[in-house]
């Protein structure tokens, strides 16, 4: 089916257009997963939340705002991809799925996150990115088994301390935010494997070298005067990566070191990491 004739159906509400949308999808695929992403559709057609043994489902890059309440019966979902919609805020049915373990998000229109966010304690994989979103709420702080948090491209200006209690969160991308000086509760996350601040306002960066499980650190495109020290064997992507521990100077002036490597981002936007077993 054309995309063009899908946008025109996907305005239909009856059920009979909203199936067709789903391309005779009416059993439960043997494998747990189904895959709606790109379908045009403005809601999730109710069938879909039969699938009492549902695992996988994947509704990125659709047109959706809401979801029904029936979703709940998915009880047995660990993975469920909401990003590039049209969300102004998430919907509170997605808070009952308690086996989730990755939740994409990113690429809506996000502000703030519910309270009820608290309730998925076996999320280990959060996608916030691309939204709207000025601070990082709370909530994310109470996901105990959380450990990768991407909010890039967002509109941070800092982290709340209350970061440190994710002592499982082992990698957390925040390129692209307003951050005017490096978050310091990061400086007390000991377990951090990789730290992705590209992209900010940051001008000047404390010492990573006390961080004993740190892999990786990028912090190109940043307006800073040093490179961050770090312990042996920790990988730098930015400018005077290569130095140790502070770039090279000449007449007081700081001289520009180009990197040949590209600095290593995130995945792709609408490429997800392969999912981990819950």
Same mark, same amino acid.
């Given at each position: 089916?054309?995309?063009?004739?899908? @946008?025109? *159906?996907a305005f239909v509400p009856s059920?009979?257009?909203?199936?067709?949308?789903?391309?005779?999808? &009416?059993?439960?695929p043997v494998d747990k997963m189904?895959?709606?992403?790109? +379908?045009?559709? +403005?809601?999730?057609?109710?069938?879909?939340?039969?699938?009492?043994?549902? *695992?996988?489902?994947?509704?990125?890059?659709?047109?959706?705002?809401?979801?029904?309440?029936?979703?709940?019966?998915?009880?047995?979902?660990?993975?469920?991809?909401?990003?590039?919609?049209?969300?102004?805020?998430?919907?509170?049915?997605?808070?009952?799925?308690?086996?989730?373990?990755?939740?994409?998000?990113?690429?809506?229109?996000?502000?703030?996150?519910?309270?009820?966010?608290?309730?998925?304690?076996?999320?280990?994989?959060?996608?916030? &990115?691309?939204?709207?979103?000025?601070?990082?709420?709370?909530?994310?702080?109470?996901?105990?088994?959380?450990?990768?948090?991407?909010?890039?491209?967002?509109?941070?200006?800092?982290?709340?301390?209350?970061?440190?209690?994710?002592?499982?969160?082992?990698?957390?991308?925040?390129?692209?935010?307003?951050?005017?000086?490096?978050?310091?509760?990061?400086?007390?996350?000991?377990?951090?494997?990789?730290?992705?601040?590209?992209?900010?306002?940051?001008?000047?960066?404390?010492?990573?070298?006390?961080?004993?499980?740190?892999?990786?650190?990028?912090?190109?495109?940043?307006?800073? +005067?040093?490179?961050?020290?770090?312990?042996?064997?920790?990988?730098? *992507?930015?400018?005077?990566?290569?130095?140790?521990?502070?770039? +090279?100077?000449?007449?007081? @002036?700081?001289?520009?070191?180009?990197?040949?490597?590209?600095?290593?981002?995130?995945?792709?936007?609408?490429?997800?990491?392969?999912?981990?077993?819950?």
């Amino acid at each position: 089916m054309g995309n063009s004739l899908k @946008a025109i *159906v996907a305005f239909v509400p009856s059920n009979k257009c909203q199936k067709y949308l789903l391309e005779d999808l &009416e059993e439960m695929p043997v494998d747990k997963m189904v895959d709606l992403s790109g +379908r045009q559709l +403005r809601r999730l057609p109710l069938h879909i939340c039969s699938f009492r043994e549902l *695992v996988k489902l994947y509704l990125s890059d659709n047109n959706l705002n809401h979801l029904p309440p029936e979703l709940e019966q998915l009880q047995n979902l660990q993975i469920l991809a909401l990003d590039f919609n049209n969300f102004k805020a998430l919907p509170l049915v997605v808070c009952t799925l308690k086996q989730l373990c990755i939740l994409y998000l990113g690429n809506n229109k996000l502000c703030s996150l519910p309270l009820e966010l608290r309730l998925l304690q076996n999320l280990k994989t959060l996608w916030i &990115e691309s939204n709207c979103l000025q601070y990082l709420p709370e909530v994310v702080c109470e996901l105990s088994l959380l450990k990768t948090l991407h909010a890039g491209s967002n509109a941070l200006r800092t982290l709340p301390p209350q970061l440190q209690c994710l002592q499982e969160l082992r990698t957390i991308w925040l390129s692209g935010n307003l951050l005017s000086e490096f978050p310091p509760v990061l400086l007390n996350m000991p377990f951090l494997e990789v730290i992705d601040v590209d992209r900010n306002s940051i001008r000047f960066f404390p010492s990573l070298a006390h961080l004993p499980g740190l892999k990786l650190v990028i912090y190109d495109h940043n307006p800073c +005067r040093n490179a961050p020290k770090v312990a042996k064997g920790v990988r730098r *992507v930015g400018r005077w990566s290569e130095e140790t521990p502070e770039p +090279r100077k000449r007449s007081g @002036a700081v001289i520009d070191i180009t990197l040949d490597e590209k600095p290593l981002l995130p995945p792709a936007a609408k490429t997800k990491p392969e999912a981990e077993p819950c």
